[in-house]
């Protein structure tokens, strides 16, 4: 199971305990949000996207959406999202627990400014009732991201 793949990944750090897993789903922003007791927009979702034969993950604020016109100019291709199939292949985690830890070798991580205005974000962990608070500083560590980018809409500052 891809929550295993990632609590050997948090070891590694010494902070696998703690992941918090659900006796409900979390696979959802709105679930994970009510799992956790907290605001939709904490949830740090991730989005996975394939960019010119590329596999991407955008972690993003529970309450944004992609832009196309920042996600083009960013990225020079359409948003062109992973069927489910296709995640878990090429990502190595299912819908409803994709993260950006533990992931596949090839697969880049960016981050979405949308999240800066939190002091932490709770992502999933690889199944579908799962979730970590992370600080910003150590989602950008933990996560291997590539870089910041900007391309969502929708959420408030």
């Known amino acids: 199971m891809a929550i295993d793949k990632v609590k050997a990944y948090f070891k590694n750090f010494g902070i696998e305990d703690r992941i918090r897993e659900f006796e409900v789903s979390s696979a959802t922003v709105e679930l994970a949000a009510q799992?956790?007791?907290?605001?939709?927009?904490?949830?740090?979702?991730?989005?996975?996207?394939?960019?010119?034969?590329?596999?991407?993950?955008?972690?993003?604020?529970?309450?944004?959406?992609?832009?196309?016109?920042?996600?083009k100019a960013q990225f020079s291709?359409?948003?062109?999202?992973?069927?489910?199939?296709?995640?878990?292949?090429?990502?190595?985690?299912?819908?409803?627990?994709?993260?950006?830890?533990?992931?596949?070798?090839?697969?880049?991580i960016f981050l979405d400014v949308s999240l800066k205005r939190f002091e932490t974000v709770f992502p999933a962990c690889g199944s579908s009732n799962s979730?970590?608070?992370?600080?910003?500083?150590?989602?950008?560590?933990?996560?291997?991201t590539k870089n910041w980018v900007d391309v969502c809409k929708g959420y408030t500052c």
Request: glycine fraction near 6%; proline fraction near 4%; hydrophobic fraction near 40%.
């Open 35 to 71: 799992a956790l007791q907290c605001e939709q927009q904490r949830i740090a979702k991730t989005l996975s996207f394939t960019v010119n034969g590329r596999t991407i993950l955008i972690v993003a604020a529970g309450d944004a959406k992609i832009d196309n016109p920042k996600y």
């Open 77 to 108: 291709s359409k948003a062109k999202m992973l069927s489910p199939e296709e995640t878990e292949a090429l990502i190595g985690h299912a819908v409803g627990g994709v993260c950006p830890f533990a992931v596949n070798d090839d697969v880049e």
């Open 131 to 144: 979730a970590i608070e992370l600080t910003i500083s150590e989602l950008e560590t933990y996560s291997k």
